[in-house]
DNA sequence: CCCCATGTTCGACA
DNA sequence: GTGTCGAACATGGG
């Protein structure tokens, strides 16, 4: 489910046990998303620690306890961040809830790809270190851009935009949204696009991450009708630019929604 | 029963 | 090295 702006609204949901002390930690030993971190360990150095603060980087997030322990969530393709009360009975999806006096901390995610990691040390762990800029920040800019291009010229665009180590947080919605908006077919690689229809992306990438955060971030708004969003669901589904028929193809190994009428291949 | 799903990773192969 | 492809992970919904 969450791409970059609803990782951001995902991690907000925590922000009520700030400035709290865990006092216990529930977790359900066997799931997969503890994969790298044994839910043992998870408890141990989380138990007696103040949560300190959160942040966000493309789909992954952090968030910091006293003690130096840095927690790591990623929420694979189905997981979710909720606060409950501290009397919390987890369900079975609830594979890790940080009871706080005054709330829980829980996140389920049914279908375990989802992942969580945990370290203590003074300076950042590795998954989050040197991390790259991210699409909607200002360092993030057309030059940058325009080097991603030219270092993958041959990589189709819509299987270009998904690569987070490139374009940390984009994600299917997204990259089809930003394609769509640039009236850029999926399978057009950047070697064959003019100068025109590489700044094009480059805008409508921009566009669609402020639009997201705008939208989504806040309070999980809808988007509206004149997005693709919308539309890609729906078989039968019209592009609101030019309404006509949308189609789906596979690119990169994922359902890719476009419009035929609008996205021509260079 | 079938197929699909807003994600990542890994191995095989051209 | 680059790029592609399929499978795997696990669960639920249509």
């Known amino acids: 489910m969450p791409e970059l702006a609803e990782v951001e609204y995902f991690r907000k949901q925590w922000s009520p046990g700030i400035g709290q002390k865990v006092t216990r930690v529930l977790t359900h030993p066997k799931a997969r998303i503890f994969r790298d971190a044994s839910a043992g360990e998870i408890e141990r150095c989380l138990e007696g620690q103040s949560f300190l ?15 130096k322990v840095w927690l790591g969530l990623h929420l694979g393709m189905a997981g979710k961040l909720q606060t409950a009360t501290p009397e919390i009975v987890p369900d079975r999806h609830d594979h890790l809830a940080i009871l706080l006096p005054s709330v829980a901390l829980v996140f389920s995610d049914y279908r375990m790809f989802g992942k969580v990691q945990i370290h203590q040390g003074n300076s950042a762990p590795f998954w ?5 800029p991210q699409p909607q920040e200002a360092e993030f800019t057309r030059q940058r851009f325009r080097e991603i291009l030219k270092r993958r010229s041959r990589r189709p665009l819509k299987a ?8 940390p947080g984009i994600g299917n919605w997204m990259a089809d949204e930003i394609l769509w908006r640039a009236r850029v077919h999926p399978t057009a690689r950047p070697q064959d696009l003019s100068n025109h229809y590489r700044n094009r992306i480059f ?28 539309h890609r669901w729906k078989r039968s589904g019209q592009c609101p630019r ?14 890719t929604c476009y419009s035929p009428a609008i996205q021509k291949l260079p």
């Open 53 to 67: 603060e959160s942040f966000a980087h493309g789909k992954k997030m952090c968030f910091r306890f006293s003690s």
């Open 128 to 132: 989050w270190n040197n991390l790259p």
């Open 160 to 167: 270009l935009l998904l690569e987070q180590a490139d374009f």
């Open 203 to 230: 805008d409508s990438l921009k566009e669609v991450c402020d639009d997201a955060f705008r939208v989504i971030a806040p309070d999980w708004g809808d988007p509206p009708d004149s997005w693709l969003f919308n």
């Open 242 to 255: 030019s309404g006509k028929a949308l189609d789906w193809i596979t690119v990169g190994g994922r359902t």
